[in-house]
């Protein structure tokens, strides 16, 4: 068994290992609200070239119409989120806002770069203290809305196009307070994950642009479910398995081999 046969099995064991990983995250996080399903994307590693497509070998043959190259197994090119849209959950809670179609929520987070994080995740609620608008975590939006002191969050009104507004108690007006922004990226796949349900722009995602048509861009009393399909999920992460597990034999036969070898060497 050559060296370049082995490299290629393991380099096939460490891609199924990092698949199982991420189809098991997947599985994980099929009940969580605003959560993108990964897959990992693989490419061909380089390849050790015996004969070139081409040439011509001696004076009597014609040129090679094909070469001779052998592989070196798959390596990993990416992970990315799909970001097909999931269904909606009605919760009948008035700070529960789904997404439809693409964009986040920008909410505030010093730590991250440019201080804000972007999420999918509408479930919000009121800060007790100041009565923003803010994340299961207490992250404000970055939009700043605040709910006036003594309003009910069922007085609470989300129009839309994101407009957030209340109804006086005394009076029965409709007050507008803000309106929620939404945000979207030259590359979506781009973000990096930081774990809460939130994600940082970078480098690859580009700048967040705000979403200027929102209209019919917000369903309050509705959370967007994860797009996670267990079953197709579970059908993909037994076919890594195997695979995985075939490249586990295919290096414990050559080794099996390796040891027959060389005990008939001495």
């Known amino acids: 068994m050559t060296i370049a046969a082995l490299n290629a099995a393991a380099a096939a064991v460490e891609v199924e290992r990092s698949r199982i990983e991420v189809l098991a995250n997947n599985v994980a996080n099929a009940n969580t609200t605003g959560f993108k399903a990964s897959e990992v994307d693989t490419e061909d590693g380089f390849y050790n070239t015996l004969k070139k497509a081409g040439i011509q070998e001696n004076a009597d043959a014609g040129k090679r119409p094909i070469g001779a190259q052998i592989g070196s197994g798959a390596r990993i090119a990416g992970i990315h989120r799909i970001l097909t849209q999931g269904a909606f959950k009605t919760t009948n809670q008035p700070l529960d806002i789904a997404i439809a179609g693409a964009g986040y929520f920008a909410i505030n987070i010093p730590t991250f770069p ?61 007050n507008e307070i803000g309106r929620i922004q939404l945000w979207t990226f030259p590359n979506e796949k781009g973000l990096e994950e930081k774990g809460s349900n939130t994600l940082v722009e970078t480098v690859g995602s580009g700048d967040a642009l705000e979403v200027a048509d929102q209209n019919n861009r917000f369903l309050q009393n509705n959370l967007e479910m994860s797009n996670v399909s267990t079953v197709e999920m579970l059908t993909k992460l037994v ?26 060497k001495s």
């Open 114 to 174: 440019n201080g804000r994080g972007f999420t999918r995740d509408g479930s919000f609620k009121i800060d007790p203290d100041t009565g923003q608008i803010v994340t299961i975590r207490g992250e404000p939006l970055l939009d700043g809305i605040t709910i006036p002191n003594g309003i009910d969050p069922s007085a609470v009104t989300i129009a839309k196009d994101g407009t957030v507004s209340y109804t006086d108690p005394a009076t029965n007006a409709q």
């Open 239 to 264: 076919a890594a398995q195997r695979a995985y597990e075939l490249g586990v034999r295919f290096i414990k036969v050559a080794d099996e081999l390796e040891k027959e070898v060389n005990n008939i």
